[in-house]
């Protein structure tokens, strides 16, 4: 009878209660912050856990402004914060990302993911509330207008069924935070889709094709930068001379083929503003300075030391979208910083 009563007692509620319970003595320790670092410029604390979430605090009101998962991570999460260049580090496990303050937007949630990744894994895209408004509508008029398209190809109907729906979800899930956060939090809200990388990719630049053969609306640049960026994680899978025009969207890219310029003693057409006016410096060139641009066909040699690039972009080819200052896939310097891969450690 007694033995009987004691069965009924149900024990998970019992341990519960109990704070010297082996479980309570857990729960505690995953609450502990492994590392934290202060940012003058921002004047909040970002405080890292060793369950890999992450807290910032505004200094100024004491309040906690914005939580996170630092994804891709495990183990004691690590910050670090250089002062001089306004750059934060965080290392997880054999990990560190790195992300500059001077952003509009600081991404932390992805800073752990690595750039190269298998063709079927699941991936994050980190984005801002805006952009994630303008991919959403992209994709709503794509699911519009593509009916014929993709009736005839059910895979890409589900495909852009599946990532609309996941973007939606996720959009709102941070529209309904935003009202509960402070005005300093608003720099720290983002918007995650997590996919398999391939259904994305093939989703999103069916999307680029519909989107560039409509009105070349605004979300194209969204599109060019989520594009460039999922490539990025598959480099060296998409390295071929087809995707190297694509992939030329970014500037930090273009910027990174004039390693081999001939004309570094020139006053303008140096690699800086060559990338910036849309040139990049194709690999298979045979001409020692060759510079193609990244969205029309214009391709320009023998550049002497008064030709200026966006004077010669233009001059050469004055329909070129760049040029006109139309929407294009271009992702200025500036954005990229705010996304870049993570960095493995290896160790001898
Ligand atoms: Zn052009």
Redesign the pocket.
């Known amino acids: 009878m007694c033995s009987e009563e004691m069965e009924n007692v149900c024990p998970g509620k019992e341990a519960a209660a109990d704070p010297f319970h082996p479980e309570a003595a857990v729960s505690a320790r995953t609450l502990l912050p492994t590392s934290f670092v202060y940012s003058p410029s921002l004047n909040c604390l970002i405080v890292c856990t060793n369950d890999t979430s992450l807290q910032v605090v505004d200094v100024h009101s004491n309040s906690v402004i914005a939580t996170g998962t630092v994804a891709g991570g495990s183990g004691g999460t690590f910050i670090k914060f250089l002062e001089n260049e306004d750059k934060l580090f965080i290392a997880c496990g054999n990990r560190i990302g790195c992300r500059s303050v001077q952003n509009e937007q600081i991404f932390l949630n992805t800073i752990l993911q690595v750039a190269e990744v298998p063709k079927h894994d699941t991936v994050t895209l980190e984005l801002d509330i805006v952009k994630a408004g303008l991919l959403l509508s992209a994709l709503e008029s794509c699911m519009a207008t593509s009916s014929t398209l993709t009736a005839q190809n059910p895979v890409s109907e589900k495909n852009l069924t599946n990532v609309l729906m996941t973007l939606r979800t996720a959009y709102d899930k941070t529209v309904a935070n935003m009202d509960k956060l402070p005005m300093q939090g608003i720099k720290w809200l983002s918007v995650l889709l997590t996919m398999e990388h391939s259904v994305l990719t093939s989703v999103l630049n069916n999307a680029l094709v519909l989107t560039k053969a409509g009105s070349r609306g605004p979300a194209l640049p969204v599109l060019g930068d989520v594009l460039q960026r999922l490539a990025s994680m598959q480099r060296s899978v998409t390295d071929t001379v087809s995707s190297e025009k694509r992939l030329m969207f970014n500037e930090v890219d273009r910027l990174e083929t004039f390693n081999s310029w001939p004309h570094m003693d020139y006053r303008w057409a140096l690699p800086g503003p060559m990338a910036e006016a849309?040139f990049y410096h194709p690999t298979s060139s045979t001409a020692e300075d060759r510079a193609m641009?990244?969205?029309?066909s214009?391709c320009l040699v023998c550049w002497e030391s008064s030709d200026q690039p966006w004077s010669e972009?233009k001059r050469h080819?004055s329909n070129?979208?760049?040029?006109k200052g139309d929407h294009t896939e271009n992702v200025p310097l500036s954005v990229y910083s705010a996304t870049a891969g993570a960095q493995i450690v290896t160790t001898k």
Do not use: E, K
């Open positions: 849309g641009c990244f969205t029309c214009v972009h080819s070129c979208s760049f040029v």
